[in-house]
């Protein structure tokens, strides 16, 4: 089982800029697809973006235009890069490895004033 840290969540104005990274345990960790998720409260947990391991994005439709995710396989880490933040980018977001049930802890975004 891979093990993933979430981290660079935070408290920031709309408007602003986060980058989240999501680091593996396992050096194998570019032959996954990996998903960012985000959960805010009351909601259910929705797919935000995901890359392949052949670095080939998808977004979906909260983040298409404003986040973008990236990888670097000598770091075993996933970014997520996420402009023009606004207040309903507010939740806790979570890597996973596409079609398995490894997550990591999720670390905190809040747009806010």
């Known amino acids: 089982q891979v093990q993933l840290v979430e981290s660079g969540g935070g408290l920031v104005q709309p408007g602003g800029s986060l980058r989240l990274s999501c680091v593996a345990s396992e050096s194998d960790f570019d032959m996954y697809t990996v998903n960012w998720y985000r959960q805010a409260p009351g909601n259910q947990r929705e797919l935000v973006a995901r890359i392949n391991n052949g670095h080939r994005p998808t977004y979906w439709d909260s983040a298409k235009g404003r986040f973008t995710i990236s990888r670097d396989n000598a770091k075993n880490t996933v970014y997520l890069e996420m402009n023009n933040l606004k207040p309903d980018d507010t939740a806790v977001y979570y890597c996973?490895?596409?079609?398995?049930?490894?997550w990591g802890q999720g670390t905190r975004v809040t747009v806010s004033l």
């Open positions: 996973n490895v596409y079609n398995t049930d490894w």
